[in-house]
């Protein structure tokens, strides 16, 4: 079974991702966060300790206060001396094309999903 931490600003966000990952392969441990910085304190804590690190991490990438490019950045410089490959998924209602671009200039970014985000995307992640 895999782990999956989610990064939204949005509630409501958080409880569709709850409900529709209650009906998928994908993941039966999932983390909600509020709060990029405080997952990545969690992940340098971790880092050495495979059982503790996610499989999977959900972010938004505007949110107020410290936002997914923050998280993105960071992680960048941390994600090389982790004990476990996370596979960092973008979940966000941006379409911008440049945001698009942009993310892929992080090695660890597996896909930009469109809000909102739908069963079949966690089905797709499951069997990838």
């Known amino acids: 079974m895999s782990k999956l931490v989610l990064i939204d600003d949005e509630p409501i966000f958080h409880k569709i991702v709850q409900m529709t990952i209650k009906n998928s392969e994908l993941s039966k441990e999932a983390t909600y966060s509020f709060d990029g910085e405080v997952v990545l304190d969690y992940l340098e804590e971790k880092q050495l300790e495979t059982q503790s690190l996610p499989d999977y991490i959900f972010v938004d990438l505007y949110m107020p206060m410290f936002d997914g490019w923050d998280f993105l950045n ?54 990838a």
Not at 94 to 116: G, H, M
Request: with cysteine; charged share 25%.
């Open 74 to 127: 960071r992680f960048q410089r941390l994600y090389k001396s982790l004990q476990k490959n996370i596979k960092v998924y973008i979940v966000t209602s941006s379409v911008n094309p440049s945001d698009i671009d942009r993310c892929k200039l992080y090695p660890f970014v597996i896909n930009f999903i469109s809000k909102p985000i739908m069963k079949d995307v966690f089905d797709q992640i499951n069997y």
